[in-house]
């Protein structure tokens, strides 16, 4: 398993993982409402930001 890889991770735990973290710093999550999707959670600045991966 990949360090940036986190499996089955809740948006609130991703926030409270990379909350402070330095710019830039990320992981990949399963998403939580689109079963086969993941999402890339960064952060950026004094926020954390979503992004939706959809498979293909």
Request: glycine share 8%; charged share 20%; net charge positive.
């Amino acid at each position: 398993r990949a360090s940036w890889y986190w499996g089955r991770l809740s948006r609130a735990e991703a926030v409270s993982l990379l909350q402070g973290q330095r710019h830039g710093t990320f992981l990949v999550r399963d998403s939580g409402t689109i079963p086969g999707d993941f999402v890339l959670s960064v952060s950026e600045s004094s926020r954390v930001s979503h992004y939706i991966v959809n498979s293909l």
